[in-house]
């Protein structure tokens, strides 16, 4: 399995509080993303990440920002938690050097915001 | 990037062939098909990936039409375990694009 490690992997808050998310690679993989899934609407595109300091949006940025310092670490940010975030956040990972561009995930961050 | 149209759910038995059926009009000329396999709690995960003709692994296959606007996942002889959403993913490979995963089919595998 790749090494894709997200942090943390279950978590409460309460609307209007801040929450980060950690993506942790091993890979040494240059794209990495950020994916919310619910109920309805499958995997749908957060942010993603082409190299070190290199961001785009996705379909669903509002309310979310990301921050990428380093090669191995991704971070997803919610300034103030709102209930509509209460979802499942995967982090994914892919290698521009690769025959495929198959994406690898992590194992998911359950996120509640009460 | 290609818009894509699943069935939202199929439903099967053990030892049973499945065909699960992706339609993408408006592919384009570097697009490729991918398909992911997800399971309950966990993260999709790569099955196979085509350009044209048919493609095959040890899990699937991929059947592609010479006009490309449709793709079908053949899974042989399916068992209990291949219970899971199947996603149907177009565009270019290498990375960094948009993709995104739209609603996939729910595959149901029973005895």
């Known amino acids: 399995d790749a090494g894709i490690t997200q942090s943390p992997r279950h978590k409460v808050t309460e609307t209007g509080t801040p929450v980060t998310l950690r993506c942790h690679q091993t890979e040494n993989h240059r794209y990495m993303y950020w994916y919310r899934q619910d109920p309805g609407h499958g995997l749908r595109l957060i942010h993603y990440?082409?190299?070190?300091?290199?961001?785009d949006k996705g379909e669903v940025s509002d309310g979310y920002s990301v921050s990428r310092s380093k090669t191995e670490d991704f971070l997803l940010t919610l300034e103030s938690a709102t209930s509509s975030q209460t979802s499942v956040y995967f982090c994914?990972?892919?290698?521009?050097?690769?025959?495929?561009?198959?994406?690898?995930f992590g194992e998911g961050s359950r996120l509640t915001v009460l | 990037l290609a818009k894509t149209t699943q069935p939202i759910s199929m439903d099967s038995y053990e030892g049973q062939e499945v065909n699960i059926t992706c339609s993408h009009n408006?592919?384009?000329?570097?697009?490729?098909i991918t398909w992911y396999q997800q399971f309950p709690s966990q993260g999709p995960r790569f099955i196979i990936q085509g350009y044209k003709t048919k493609v095959t692994n040890e899990v699937a296959s991929l059947f592609i039409p010479a006009d490309r606007k449709s793709s079908t996942l053949s899974l042989p002889r399916v068992s209990l375990s291949d219970t899971a959403v199947y996603y149907c993913l177009v565009g270019p490979t290498g990375g960094g694009n948009k993709l995104t995963f739209g609603t996939g089919t729910q595959l149901k595998v029973e005895l």
């Open positions: 408006n592919i384009a000329t570097n697009d490729y």
């Open positions: 994914a990972i892919s290698d521009p050097q690769g025959n495929t561009g198959e994406l690898f």
């Open positions: 990440s082409y190299g070190v300091k290199d961001t």
